[in-house]
């Protein structure tokens, strides 16, 4: 309805001029009552005003009709207009309910399972909130919050010198180092690793498994480069194995990388390709050189205590035979003494014993004729050889035991 500013008539509403309390006022001449809207705008010196509030609630319920489903018949007059506020109402609570619908359904996405092994790091705006562990846990869905689950109980391992394919897979350029000693070596070996840390592994370093690899060769470079060609290639495998592992968990700790190195093992610790038959050709000398060495210190531990034993018994039996002598010169000494005392008492007779006794030590072990010299007889003189008779007795003793 127009706002009527119009002399000598009324309205055809509520809001329009006339005599009611929201009158404009009646003619010109006539007392004009308060418009609480104000004056409609003049335009070009006709009386024409603005449309009403009315008139702009039911257009805003046409286009929503419009928009909305609509539940039962409405119609024009009187019965259309009853049917319109009761479908625009039913419209908005659908439009509600769905929203609410999908505001739970938005909601439940925020609930996540973490799996055995491993733990769950949660991010609210690309922010690390915490880490939970196996399980159903929730956090803010997508796009506000983010979850990693990364597996931290299992083994990764990374290949260095070749891509555990066997020898055809070598890498050169990873594998050739130089030694303390000026040698190149060929080092083949891999590392087992897994996450202590995920936080610090997804976060800190951008490429995980790349690092690893790097750092594992940086340090099997530094310990080889310490050590000389012969230990490397022998006895001490299990010592720069130790030592590498050591230097990259210090390594990987500097960086965050929330990495914990399990095992490092050589698969192979040869000289480079094109020499290692010139390096053969040495380990054999070498091996020939021990072998010679160890052979020569057997034959040493068992001939010098041989010779030693052989030193103590000569001069055992030297000092035996020095005592012997000295024993038999001193009784010989006393035996002449105190023959001289005897000797001094009767001369002529211990002249003859002596020659008596000297005789028969010096024809003990001789044949013996007697010949007679005083010429009566035919100048042999027949002896019994008693000597000889106590030899042949024990011998016919034996002879008669044997039958």
Not at 83 to 108: E, Q, W
Not at 183 to 189: A, P, Q
Not at 200 to 227: C, H, I
Not at 270 to 299: C, H, K, L, M, S
């Amino acid at each position: 309805m127009p706002w009527n500013n119009q002399s000598g008539g009324k309205g055809g509403g509520p809001w329009g001029g006339g005599d009611g309390p929201w009158g404009g006022g009646g003619n010109s001449n006539g007392p004009n009552k308060p418009n609480p809207w104000g004056q409609g705008p003049q335009r070009g010196g006709n009386d024409q005003g603005s449309p009403d509030l009315e008139d702009l609630l039911r257009r805003s319920q046409d286009k929503l009709k419009r928009v909305l489903p609509r539940k039962g018949g409405g119609g024009n007059g009187a019965g259309g207009g009853g049917g319109g506020p009761s479908a625009g109402a039913i419209g908005a609570r659908g439009v509600l309910l769905a929203i609410i619908a999908a505001a739970v359904v938005y909601g439940l996405t925020g609930f996540y399972r973490v799996g055995p092994g491993e733990l769950g790091v949660e991010l609210v705006l690309g922010k690390y909130q915490s880490t939970t562990q196996p399980g159903l846990n929730y956090n803010w869905p997508y796009p506000f919050g983010e979850v990693y689950t990364p597996d931290v109980l299992r083994i990764r391992e990374v290949n260095i010198g070749s891509t555990g394919e066997g020898r055809g897979g070598d890498v050169p350029q990873e594998s050739l180092m130089l030694t303390g000693d000026e040698n190149i070596v060929d080092v083949d070996f891999k590392v087992q690793w897994r996450i202590s840390d995920p936080a610090n592994y997804l976060f800190n370093v951008e490429d995980p498994a790349g690092t690893v690899k790097q750092v594992a060769e940086s340090a099997m470079r530094e310990v080889v480069g310490q050590k000389n060609i012969q230990p490397i290639l022998t006895q001490e495998r299990q010592q720069i194995e130790q030592d590498v592992q050591a230097l990259m968990q210090e390594t990987l700790d500097s960086y965050g990388a929330g990495i914990e190195v399990s095992q490092v093992q050589t698969q192979k610790v040869d000289p480079p390709q094109a020499v290692i038959g010139a390096f053969r050709d040495v380990q054999t000398a070498r091996a020939d050189q021990e072998r010679f060495q160890n052979e020569a210190d057997a034959y040493a531990n068992d001939i010098v205590p041989q010779a030693r034993g052989e030193a103590a018994r000569i001069v055992e039996n030297a000092s035996a035979y020095r005592d012997q002598v000295v024993a038999e010169a001193t009784g010989e000494a006393d035996r002449f003494l105190s023959v001289y005392e005897e000797y001094r008492k009767a001369p002529e007779v211990t002249r003859q014993r002596i020659y008596l006794e000297t005789m028969e030590r010096v024809l003990a072990g001789t044949d013996k004729i007697i010949i007679d010299q005083s010429g009566n007889g035919s100048g042999v003189v027949p002896y019994l050889p008693l000597d000889r008779l106590n030899e042949a007795r024990p011998a016919a003793n034996q002879t008669q035991g044997a039958r």
